[in-house]
């Protein structure tokens, strides 16, 4: 089963700010996990936004060198956004 599209719906929720930051990485997570058990297969671009999102920190007081905010995963989304709809 191909399950790009549980991602794309994801991505479109936090970009539409229906999702928190930290809303949106437990759910990724939560879905990542569950393709890999179930060996699910989707965009493999989807790999880099998984990156993406274990470098985010929702803490601005916790942030540390290489950590992106909830901002910056916004526009790593629109940008992944952009590359599964092509």
């Known amino acids: 089963m191909d399950t790009t599209i549980v991602y794309v719906k994801l991505i479109k929720d936090f970009l539409e700010h229906n999702l928190s930051g930290s809303d949106f990485e437990i759910a990724f997570i939560k879905q990542r996990r569950s393709d890999l058990i179930k060996k699910n297969k989707y965009n493999?671009?989807?790999?880099?936004?998984?990156?993406?999102?274990?470098?985010?920190?929702?803490?601005?007081?916790?942030?540390?060198?290489?950590?992106?905010?909830?901002?910056?995963?916004?526009?790593?989304?629109?940008?992944m956004l952009e590359i599964l709809e092509n």
């Not at 671009?45 to 905010?69: K, M, R, V």
């Open 44 to 79: 493999k671009n989807i790999e880099d936004l998984f990156f993406d999102i274990d470098s985010f920190c929702s803490d601005a007081q916790l942030i540390e060198t290489g950590d992106i905010t909830e901002e910056q995963l916004r526009e790593k989304c629109f940008l």
